[in-house]
Nanobody
Framework: VQLVESGGGSVQAGGSLTLSCAIS????????LGWFRQFPGKEREGLAF???????TYADSVKGRFTIAKDNDTNTLQLQMVNLEPEDSAMYYC???????????????????YGPGTQVTVFS
């Protein structure tokens, strides 16, 4: 599975950005897709996830501000971010992981595939 993020950049506080992730080589019927971010010197933080059949879940820190969506026709994953704050400045990564169980909690999976990341900088 190959993942490539795009759409990062610099934005003023209160502004919006939409990140995209191009997905290729994904052949599994059951999988989770997600967005993570990483602050310098910190571990990656899970932000938003979506199941293969389209059910989203969000971390409390971004609930109501970030929206995850996937487009099966174009094999892309998006993260719409509004009301951005300087504290949202980080490297953002998309991730994918297949699973065999009928139902999983996407937040709890260990993800084996990540993109190279895209930088988001929010200035005040």
């Amino acid at each position: 599975v190959q993942l490539v993020e795009s759409g990062g950049g610099s934005v003023q506080a209160g502004g919006s950005l939409t990140l995209s992730c191009a997905i290729s080589g994904q052949k599994y019927n059951r999988y989770c897709l997600g967005w993570f971010r990483q602050f310098p010197g910190k571990e990656r933080e899970g932000l938003a996830f979506i199941t293969y059949d389209g059910t989203p879940t969000y971390a409390d820190s971004v609930k109501g501000r970030f929206t995850i969506a996937k487009d099966n026709d174009t094999n892309t994953l998006q993260l719409q971010m509004v009301n951005l704050e300087p504290e949202d400045s980080a490297m953002y990564y998309c991730a994918a992981q297949a699973h065999y169980a009928p139902r999983v909690v996407c937040f709890d999976l260990i993800y084996g595939y990540y993109g190279p990341g895209t930088q988001v900088t929010v200035f005040s």
